[in-house]
């Protein structure tokens, strides 16, 4: 049946059928335009897998180390984007999935930002201006860890959500909940 009508759309229609793309199937067993279906008691909307690492995939084309102009177009670009991927995705009942992305955004600034501050003597200045701990500043410039690393809960501390408010970026899961309350 299938075959027939595939075969039916290529002659008859002159139209190709992407294989890749194309299912008959139950819609809580593929993902359909980015989405999931969760079947139980009542439909639940989920943001499929692939659409999470696509933007993710995105997030690290921006945030790449060979991009060149600096952190306040980085977070504009950021901005950008994101509030264009969450209108999109804001159907989906997912908002633990929005927190985990805003950290991991912050997450990958922080990253661009250490590998900024290469030599040692510059992650002095730099953690110092931010007001760190003389003793952390020892701790952290002088670590062997690698950027993700440091990243994470060393700079995480000193390099927090309100870092990146006051430096422009527009949380994601703020902007999910208000556009779910507009609906």
């Given at each position: 049946?299938?075959?027939?009508?595939?075969?039916?759309?290529?002659?008859?229609?002159?139209?190709?059928?992407?294989?890749?793309?194309?299912?008959?199937?139950?819609?809580?067993?593929?993902?359909?335009?980015?989405?999931?279906?969760?079947?139980?008691?009542?439909?639940?909307?989920?943001?499929?897998?692939?659409a999470l690492a696509k933007v993710k995939a995105t997030i690290r084309q921006v945030t790449r180390r060979?991009?060149?102009?600096?952190?306040?177009?980085?977070?504009?670009?950021?901005?950008?984007?994101?509030?264009?991927?969450?209108?999109?995705?804001?159907?989906?009942?997912?908002?633990?999935?929005?927190?985990?992305?805003?950290?991991?955004?912050?997450?990958?600034?922080?990253?661009?930002?250490?590998?900024?501050?290469?030599?040692?003597?510059?992650?002095?200045?730099?953690?110092?201006?931010?007001?760190?701990?003389?003793?952390?500043?020892?701790?952290?410039?002088?670590?062997?860890?690698?950027?993700?690393?440091?990243?994470?809960?060393?700079?995480?501390?000193?390099?927090?959500?309100?870092?990146?408010?006051?430096?422009?970026?527009?949380?994601?899961?703020?902007?999910?909940?208000?556009?779910?309350?507009?609906?």
């Open positions: 049946m299938l075959a027939s009508v595939q075969g039916y759309i290529e002659k008859q229609l002159k139209l190709r059928v992407n294989d890749g793309k194309s299912a008959v199937a139950q819609a809580h067993r593929t993902p359909v335009l980015g989405f999931r279906f969760l079947a139980g008691r009542a439909v639940q909307i989920r943001m499929a897998p692939d060979s991009r060149g102009p600096g952190m306040s177009k980085r977070i504009q670009t950021l901005n950008e984007y994101l509030r264009g991927w969450i209108g999109y995705f804001a159907l989906a009942e997912t908002p633990s999935v929005m927190d985990d992305l805003e950290e991991w955004v912050r997450r990958r600034l922080r990253l661009c930002l250490w590998r900024q501050w290469r030599r040692v003597r510059t992650r002095y200045r730099q953690l110092r201006g931010l007001g760190v701990p003389e003793r952390d500043v020892h701790r952290i410039a002088n670590s062997r860890l690698g950027p993700w690393r440091i990243a994470g809960k060393a700079l995480g501390r000193f390099l927090g959500t309100a870092y990146w408010t006051n430096a422009g970026l527009e949380s994601v899961s703020l902007r999910y909940c208000q556009l779910r309350a507009a609906r």
